[in-house]
């Protein structure tokens, strides 16, 4: 009996060494488990704080934009506008335009609105940059000769447009080639009401309308 006494005692340090290594073998396992979660948790919030900025810095470049954007629009209707609409006494004359060409003629369009409760003649016009001008009513037959008119009527309430397949004006003896992006004053004449000034905007040789066609005015 006393031997086994002895023995248990022997035994039971070793045991107990045991039991403590296990459970310092547990403390740090958990130690390093939470410092495991906690670097996880501190890079996924830099992660975040990271997509945040990114997002923040996307949003401001996009607010720049679009006060870029709006400046511009801001710009043109302050600065071009008037380049692009005339306005006597109930008409409105929109998008003058010509070609592009090396001369000596120039075909000259645009569009004129009547908000008038009468009828309007549209009878010519002159600029300083050409020697004549006639209003032309384009071939009705393929291969035909364009016709000179004396006037054009628009009704009340009504828009015309001038176009290279309706009427247009024709200005002869240019003094020098129109380029593309060019924009040059003239004049057109309504019987009755009198000269309006326009600005015409030279477009490529090849252009069938003017390049803001669809914008309001």
């Known amino acids: ?46 992660h975040d704080a990271h997509e945040e900025h990114a997002e923040g810095e996307h949003d401001e470049h996009e607010e720049h934009e679009e006060h870029a954007e709006g400046e511009m629009h801001a710009d043109h209707a302050e600065d071009g506008q008037d380049d692009h609409l005339a306005e006597l006494d109930g008409l409105r004359i929109i998008h003058g335009w010509s070609r592009a060409t090396r001369g000596p003629e120039a075909q000259v369009f645009m569009e004129i609105e009547n908000t008038r409760d009468a009828a309007v003649l549209l009878t010519g016009a002159e600029a300083d940059w ?37 009427v247009y004006i024709l200005l002869d003896g240019i003094e020098s080639a129109l380029d593309e992006g060019d924009s040059l004053e003239m004049e057109v004449e309504f019987a009755g009401l009198g000269h309006v000034e326009i600005v015409v905007q030279v477009e490529a040789a090849n252009a069938r309308q003017h390049s803001h066609v669809g914008h309001a005015h």
């Open 130 to 166: 050409a020697e004549s001008a006639k209003l032309m009513g384009a071939p009705i037959n393929a291969g035909g000769e364009p016709l000179m008119l004396s006037e054009m009527e628009i009704a009340a309430g009504s828009d015309f447009d001038l176009t290279p397949d309706t």
């Open 1 to 46: 009996m006393r031997l086994i006494a002895i023995l248990a005692l022997s035994v039971l340090p070793a045991w107990a060494l045991a039991q403590d290594d296990h459970a310092e073998d547990d403390m740090h396992a958990e130690h390093a488990e939470g410092e495991h979660d906690a670097h996880d948790e501190h890079a996924e919030g830099e």
